[in-house]
């Protein structure tokens, strides 16, 4: 039987990264050192994700600058590192050498990373930092909205990757027009050539459609399980996230845990 992360026929394989800012959001609430997110990375790691994922954000609400130092040592699967594009997030990967740097927006007012990267806005410097990245290692991505033409721009950019903003599928349950957009996009992604990740508010209740995208291969999921693990824990959070992805990617059904 096909495990997660495993191809079957022309799915490429399906990877986890988890998104462990909303540990470090908990222990900013008290501006202390529990609950500790590099720890939290290990534990995910020791549950099988393949990869982890953490924002330094400008305004540093959450992960900290000690935060990704810790991760770059100790993390054993990959460290994907989003962030805004400016010139000292720019030296801080230069830095640490992230495995993948994922570009995002970033705006001080915004709940979370609200919508995809406007490449228009930042058009005079992503070159440039595409570039710098890239130079010491790191492949790039762009965290984008899942509109062709806008994958069209990423693949100009010469990118290894793009992200597609999962938001409008996830707030929008029921309506079929984001979950179409998401799959014109991958498609899109993958017949240029780059590497189609998708997330943002994607859980064990929405998560199947899009993993059964098989152009995607790298998910990027955070609140859900974070907020999932209170009450289960970790590991057992990420076990109930796999198995719904491998279920829609291989088409073999599951049993959800009582929630
Ligand atoms: N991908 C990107 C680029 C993000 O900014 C976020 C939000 O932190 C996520 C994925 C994960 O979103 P969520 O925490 O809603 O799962």
Redesign the pocket.
């Known amino acids: 039987m096909l495990r997660p992360g495993e191809s079957a026929g022309n799915a490429r394989p399906l990877r986890l990264y988890v ?1 462990i ?2 540990v470090a959001t908990l222990r900013q609430a008290r501006r202390g050192t529990h609950p500790d997110p590099v720890a939290a990375a290990l534990l995910c790691e020791a549950a099988g994700v393949e990869g982890i ?1 953490a ?1 330094l954000r400008e305004d540093r609400r959450h992960i900290q600058d000690a935060d990704i130092e810790a991760l770059a040592t100790q993390v054993r699967t990959v460290l994907n590192l ?1 962030m805004a594009v400016t010139s000292e997030m720019v030296e801080i990967a230069r830095r640490i050498r992230p495995f993948q740097v ?1 570009l ?1 927006p970033e705006r001080r007012a915004e709940i ?2 609200e919508g995809g990267l406007s490449l228009s806005a930042v058009s005079r410097e992503l070159p440039g930092v595409i570039q710098a990245l890239r130079d010491v290692g790191s492949r790039v991505s762009l ?1 984008i909205d899942p509109d062709p033409a806008i994958v069209a721009a990423s693949a100009a950019l010469g990118v290894d990757a793009i ?1 597609l ?1 999962t ?1 409008q599928y ?1 707030h929008h349950p029921g309506d079929p027009a984001p979950l179409a957009s998401l799959v014109t996009s991958a498609q899109a992604g993958a017949a240029a050539g780059m590497a189609v990740h998708a ?5 064990v209740e929405n998560v199947g459609p899009v993993a059964a995208i098989p152009e995607i291969e790298e998910l ?7 907020g999932r693990a209170i009450f289960v824990g970790l590991p057992a959070a990420i076990a109930e996230v796999r198995a719904a992805m491998h279920a829609a990617r291989h088409g073999s059904p599951i049993a959800l845990p009582p929630r």
């Open positions: 998104n800012d909303h994922t924002h989003e994922t995002v979370t990373t965290f992200e903003h938001g996830a997330g943002h508010g994607l859980s990027n999921i955070g609140h859900a399980i974070v």
